[in-house]
């Protein structure tokens, strides 16, 4: 057995080593044939299941963006009819938000990775994780399959009443997708918690976790709490659509505003589930490629429970002029500033650690790094949003498109990149080649600008979201647009292409390409099984980069005495 | 659509306003901006100077260790720092919110319906218009919303202004136009196929040209009040409705803005929402010392007419001298229904 | 690999694993019912414990999302409510109450009897709990069809039927006049009563929260009763003792959250206005 370190001593620091390891199982290589993944209740292997469902969706996401940027490079609605577009911009909202962002960082990277960074061998329910990949599927299916009969034309937020009387799509079976798909959330964030609390290994208490499982807990939170919600929201929406009961139609004493309310107690919530797993990818790549402990790790772990917890308060931020009274408006509006505060904290705190850092420009930094000043400019711009205000002029407009991209695509999906690139060699065992994932990261973040900050533009000068045609003042800023949408398409496909080339072409990966600390580099690329040789113990707190690693004769850095909780 | 007066064709980044709180919104857009713009530079620049300043020179060169390296004094600095200006913006934001929301005593009110996907918009005068609303400068304009259907939103962004058209009940715009011109107006919530067409446009005129274009060819019917009254009467809201002693019903004089009270001990304000929940559901809120026996017109009234039906109560004044109905005297009489809406006027 | 070269952490988990691992997975001594990949029987307990609360949690904000449109839509149309819960049938809701809280007692029981292994006595209790919870699902399928028989199903044909009124606080609560009719009045109420339209509208309401509920209710009661159902065979078999029982207890769990969210939901939809 080759390149793992030993412990439970204290470990030289490990250098990258890139020589081809002897053969020996793993989890990809010990068993073969389609029942053995189908069937699978490694954690690993589902995280691989997961990870094909969902690019999957990013596909079919993203060619209808890039059909509804094509359609707005002209003024008149000259490439689709209306009705056709309207079905692109909902079904491209659903897929990427339900079918893609939702599941992406947790259900691929937090379920290959969680067990292995507390020292588990697996989940604590490795069979419920299973259950979660084939509701997902399943629920994806639905939709899929009321994608391929039309799709729907109401906007991802399903408005009542045009959704409940107004359109003749199939609303009720994308909502029925969507309503399975919700408890895969919820028994993905049940499993992890439960395996948090009680499958960490000895030695590994609550503050030596890794911020990616601290980032993981509170997604957790937010999804077992949030999705019952959208879920009950799903069946209420059918419900009238199907029995014509009165809930929130007016025409039979219902009540529209409701929907909203009920609708956005979990979509807010949502976002946070999009974007706290990022932030976790983002903690680790920062202390990996500066070498450094994250600054200030106690605060970025609480900012993480505070968003989770303030962003249920916040729902009615998007219904400032949807007739709620202007008390509520404000309370919600000042709440709304109060969540931004611990992103706030998490951002100060992650440039401050690249400060004497040893920083790397490897691919996985250079999407961390631009996940910092993307999400910098989303996160303000929703606190712009949040002014009551400037609400009024710039809601429903493309200036809160812009918002929201900033932060799932310059944010979300940046992590989701940034991680993919640092844990590949870990999870295939295989290196990517540089130079094409550096061409790649630029081309995805230039592309990425280009596309959405004309947006902001746009929002301002009062163009409308979800328009088919527009007036033709905006044209020029909406060419820009899509020249960029281009480049960020392009962009994606690069990262496509050498990953799986490298599966088949790529060089062995050590296990520990990167010099980097933390326990799923303590275990040979890619895992064993059981993700350990032995089953660790941790003596140490998380991101202990210290001299000592590189000179064993230096005294090592004063622990904490470990506790017995 | 033809270009007009006050369109800027070629897009500058900074939109035309029309009005004195646009001008205050945009002070507090490019302020927010401002900050917004400053850490986002003050971030991008801290992160490419340490980038280059402390990148690797060696494979197994660390950072300088500082273990849970985070002193309390940082940590809150930038948590109150950022936190007072959130909380500041939040103030500016609120006040201008509220001033949007309360539109003065002297604004004339105009009435505008959303529907898939027009807007039907009714002047003071009773005259209307379709997708178009011509405003005097200089006067303070507000706006009854409603939606026939689905949530629409009237949008005017030379106003800075927007405020979602609801089914069921009505919703308040306000603003005071200070500059000539012809400017977009826009549906802003997602109202099904035709949504970008449910565009219209907003034409200021001087005073007196609007006087003119008002009294000019007449595309509305009889002036809104009128015609409500006619209404009262045809649908036999009188015959309960009365200033006479055989009322059945409460007294609809000086009614908008009053205090009601309500059987079951609510209070509620009447506004054009409550009235318009009085004639179509009647049964939800029954006034005080009065009997549930009104009948509910739901279907049988479009929401114009309802408007001026609304606009109709709206205008009557209290009487002098005449009690309203006190609350015993309807149980005193010997039941007696109350004419069926299907029956003419007397 | 020699068992001591591995971790004897005295950690929060106690007794160390009880096997190690080679690179061909697991060989050796392997306690029983003890799943791979956790350590000790009381961290597996503890887990499935921890895995049931929080499952119990989602399972209050789902049903919470129906309590809250029912708490607003009360608060709306309070007539129309008393008007739908008096059409419901206090006794056999009454029934249904005691026969769902003497089940949670022989849940209890068998969980019980899990804990101390003893085979028979589980698979009895879970019989009993079974009989009465499917005496629930059998009154609750007759309510159902009463009301489906009643025209009160909402939707497809609901009409609401007032033969006696009811009164609230002495005053008549609703009536049926058919539109169009001048004059007519029934014997028994002094006047008539305003907007038979919305008076279906807004009773239809209640019904679909009603069955919405008690639908959803049933729903979770008949998955429980599979799952009890399903436990019988393993209890047979001598599969529980003090060690591992966690399935029993886990439903057991599920069991007594469903008898609990029946205590709210009988007297919200059943007891409305039948105070006085």
């Not at chain 1, 113990?537 to 980069?545: C, H, K, N, P």
């Not at chain 2, 001008?23 to 986002?40: K, M, N, P, W």
């Amino acid at each position: 057995m080759t390149a793992h370190s030993d412990f439970p001593a204290h470990s030289a620091f490990p250098e990258p080593i890139e020589e081809a390891p002897e053969p020996y199982e793993h989890y990809l290589n010990h068993k073969y044939g389609l029942a053995s993944w189908l069937l699978t209740r490694d954690h690993k292997r589902i995280a691989i299941l997961y990870l094909i469902s969902v690019s999957f969706f990013f596909l079919l996401g993203g060619a209808m963006a890039v059909i509804i940027r094509l359609e707005l490079t002209t003024p008149e609605g000259d490439l689709v009819q209306a009705d056709i577009y309207n079905r692109l911009f909902t079904m491209h909202g659903i897929m990427m938000i339900f079918f893609f962002l939702i599941p992406s960082i947790p259900s691929v990277l937090g379920n290959f990775l969680i067990p292995i960074m507390i020292g588990a061998k697996d989940l604590a329910f490795p069979k419920i994780n299973l259950l979660s990949w084939y509701i997902y599927a399943i629920g994806g299916l639905f939709t899929f399959y009321a994608l391929l009969t039309g799709g729907v034309d109401t906007g991802w937020t399903f408005y009542a009443p045009l959704s409940t009387g107004y359109t003749n799509t199939p609303v009720v079976l994308v909502a029925l997708g969507i309503f399975i798909t919700g408890f895969s959330s919820i028994l993905t964030g049940l499993n992890f918690i439960v395996t948090i609390h009680r499958m960490r290994a000895p030695g590994m208490t609550w503050f030596r976790l890794p911020l990616f499982v601290w980032s993981h807990y509170a997604t957790s939170v937010i999804m077992i709490l949030g999705t019952p919600v959208i879920a009950i929201t799903i069946l209420l929406l059918g419900a009238e659509r199907i029995f014509g009961v009165g809930i929130f139609d007016p025409k039979l004493g219902g009540d529209p505003v409701l929907f909203q309310h009920f609708f956005w107690f979990y979509s807010h919530p949502a976002v946070y589930i999009m974007i706290l797993p990022a932030m976790g990818v983002v903690s680790e790549l920062i202390a990996a490629f500066t070498r450094k402990p994250v600054f200030g790790y106690h605060f970025v772990a609480f900012a993480s429970i505070a968003i989770a917890v303030l962003g249920f308060f916040v729902w009615a931020h998007h219904m400032f002029v949807a007739g709620i009274s202007v008390y509520a408006a404000a309370i919600f509006s000042a709440l709304s500033m109060l969540v931004a505060i611990p992103s706030a904290v998490k951002v100060f705190n992650w440039t401050t650690t690249l400060y004497k850092g040893s920083i790397s420009w490897d691919t996985p930094m250079l999407y961390a790094l631009g996940f910092i000043g993307l999400f910098t400019i989303g996160g303000l711009t929703g606190v712009m949003l949040a002014t009551l205000g400037i609400d009024i002029h710039v809601h429903d407009t493309y200036f809160v498109v812009a918002h929201f991209h900033y932060i799932m695509v310059g944010g979300a999906i940046m992590g989701y990149m940034g991680g993919l690139h640092y844990w590949w060699p870990k999870i295939t065992g295989k290196l990517y080649p540089k130079f094409w994932s550096k061409v790649g990261a630029l081309t995805i973040f230039l592309g990425f600008n280009v596309t959405f900050f004309p947006q902001f533009i746009l929002g301002y000068l009062g163009m409308p979201r979800r328009y088919h045609a527009y007036p033709n003042e905006f044209q020029v800023l909406n060419v820009m647009s899509s020249a960029g949408a281009t480049v960020l398409g392009l962009g994606y496909l690069i990262p496509a292409v050498y990953f799986i080339w490298s599966m088949r072409y790529g060089k062995d990966a050590s296990a520990n390409p990167w010099g980097a600390i933390g326990l799923e580099w303590e275990t040979t690329s890619p895992p064993p099984v059981e993700n350990f040789d032995k089953p660790p113990v941790v003596t140490w707190g998380a991101y202990e980069y210290h001299e000592s690693r590189v000179q064993p004769s230096l005294p090592p850095p004063k622990q904490e005495v470990m506790r017995v909780t | 659509m033809p270009p007009a007066q006050g369109f800027l064709p070629n897009a500058p980044l900074f939109p035309p306003r029309a009005s004195e709180m646009a001008r205050e919104i945009d002070l507090l857009f490019f302020t927010t901006l401002g900050v917004t713009v400053f850490f986002s530079t003050l971030i991008a620049v801290l992160i490419f100077y340490f980038m280059v300043r402390y990148r690797r020179t060696s494979p197994t060169q660390v950072g300088v260790y500082q273990k849970g390296g985070s002193t309390g004094l940082l940590e809150s600095t930038w948590i109150i720092g950022p936190l007072v200006i959130a909380l500041g913006f939040f103030a500016w934001g609120a006040r201008i919110f509220f001033a949007a929301a309360r539109p003065p005593a002297d604004a004339k009110q105009y009435y505008v319906i959303g529907k898939r996907w027009m807007w039907k918009i009714e002047h003071p005068s009773g005259r209307r218009e379709i997708n178009e609303l011509h405003v005097p400068r200089g006067q303070a304009v507000k706006l009854k919303l409603t939606s026939e259907d689905v949530v629409h939103s009237f949008f005017l962004p030379v106003m800075r202004m927007k405020t979602d058209a609801i089914p069921g009940r009505y919703t308040t715009l306000w603003f005071n136009a200070d500059t000539l011109g012809t400017f977009h107006l826009f549906c802003a919530e997602y109202c099904g196929t035709e949504h970008s067409r449910m565009v219209g446009r907003i034409i200021v005129m001087e005073p007196t040209e609007y006087e003119r274009w008002i009294g000019g060819e007449n595309m509305g019917g009889p002036s809104g009040v009128a015609s409500g009254e006619d209404l009262f009467v045809a649908k036999a809201c009188h015959t309960c409705h009365r200033t006479d002693s055989t009322a059945r019903a409460p007294q609809l004089s000086g009614l908008i803005g009053k205090t009601v009270h309500l059987e079951g001990g609510q209070t509620v304000t009447a506004d054009e929402t409550y009235i318009r929940e009085s004639i179509v559901n009647p049964a939800t809120k029954v006034v005080a010392g009065y009997q549930p026996i009104m009948p509910t017109y739901r279907g049988q009234l479009s929401e114009e007419e309802i408007i001026q039906l609304i606009r109709y109560v709206g205008s009557l004044k209290q009487p002098t001298g005449v009690e309203p109905a006190p609350a015993g005297k309807a149980a005193d009489r010997p039941a007696e229904s109350p004419p069926s809406p299907n029956e003419g006027a007397r | 690999m020699s068992p001591e070269a591995h971790s004897t952490a005295i950690g929060p988990r106690g007794v160390a694993a009880a096997h190690g691992s080679t690179e061909q997975g697991h060989t050796g001594a392997h306690p029983p019912r003890l799943a791979h990949h956790f350590d000790s029987y009381a961290q597996q307990r503890e887990s499935a414990s921890l895995g049931v609360w929080v499952f119990l949690v989602t399972e209050i904000m789902f049903f919470g999302g129906l309590f809250t449109a029912y708490i607003l839509y009360r608060s709306k149309y309070p007539e129309a409510f008393i008007a739908g819960s008096h059409q419901l049938d206090v006794m056999l809701g009454t029934i249904n109450t005691a026969v769902l809280i003497c089940s949670s007692l022989t849940m209890a029981m068998a969980v019980r009897s899990a804990q101390l292994g003893r085979s028979k006595a589980i698979a009895g209790f879970l019989v009993a709990t079974i009989v009465l919870g499917s005496v629930f699902l059998g009154i609750k399928a007759t309510e159902y069809h009463h009301k489906w028989v009643e025209h009160l199903i909402p939707g497809h044909d609901f009409h609401l039927e007032i033969d006696h009124l009811p009164t609230h606080h002495g005053k008549p609560v609703a009536s049926e006049l058919p539109s169009g009719v001048v004059g007519e009045s029934r014997a028994d109420v002094p006047l008539p009563s305003a907007g038979p339209q919305d008076i279906q509208a807004h009773t239809q309401l209640f019904f679909f929260l009603y069955f919405g509920m008690t639908g959803l209710h049933a729903v979770h009661m008949i998955i429980g009763v599979g799952l009890l159902v399903w436990l019988i065979r393993p209890s047979l078999r001598g599969m529980f003792d003090g060690n591992n029982h966690n399935y029993v207890e886990g439903i057991g769990l599920y069991w007594h959250f469903v008898d609990i969210v029946w205590i709210f939901l009988f007297p919200l939809l059943y007891l409305v206005g039948r105070h006085g």
